[in-house]
């Protein structure tokens, strides 16, 4: 079904396209914007009671795809390595690995799919990089090794979710 929340996050992917241009303001606006849509989908969705398994797999979808287009874009310019890159989408990989479980186990049409808390701290923290990284700040190893603490804790709450369904 489509709705204006979907339609919201769907605005992610051109937002992402501004990355093209090297310009702080452009790109500050997109992630600010990007920030901005990820927040009032889901609240629109929640409020007018509206949220649809579409949408509970477009919203991180084109979270991860606004972020992973603006890493592209950053290792391409030399300001970001590609280790740091990875790092930061470890959790993304953790996702990977729970879809695959799901697929081989036969419960991807039971699956109740949902936001959890450690991705939204992920997200939170990603968006925050890009900013800091759009503004020329560097981070030291240790914040992008926080990522894959995070992409194992996501994991882990997946399991957890998973596990109280099946009771």
């Excluded at 390595?81 to 799901?102: H, K, N, P, V």
């Excluded at 036969?106 to 959890?116: D, E, L, T, Y």
């Excluded at 090794?145 to 804790?153: A, H, I, P, S």
Aim: include cysteine; glycine fraction near 4%.
């Amino acid at each position: 079904m489509w709705n204006l929340s979907n339609s919201l996050s769907l605005l992610r992917a051109p937002l992402a396209c501004l990355f093209l241009f090297e310009s702080t303001a452009l790109r500050l606006t997109a992630i600010v914007l990007a920030m901005v849509t990820d927040i009032v989908d889901g609240y629109l969705a929640r409020r007018n009671r509206t949220a649809t398994r579409l949408g509970a797999i477009l919203d991180p979808a084109m979270d991860k795809f606004f972020v992973l287009f603006a890493l592209i874009i950053f290792s391409l310019e030399n300001r970001l390595e590609a280790w740091q890159a990875a790092t930061m989408l470890s959790r993304d990989f953790a996702l990977c690995l729970f879809g695959m479980y799901l697929s081989w186990s036969g419960h991807w049409q039971s699956f109740a799919f949902r936001a959890i808390r450690w991705g939204k701290i992920t997200t939170a923290l990603q968006f925050t990089v890009l900013i800091g990284l759009t503004l020329g700040t560097t981070f030291p190893w240790y914040l992008y090794t926080t990522f894959v603490l995070f992409g194992l804790l996501a994991l882990h709450e997946l399991l957890q979710y998973k596990s109280l369904l099946s009771k």
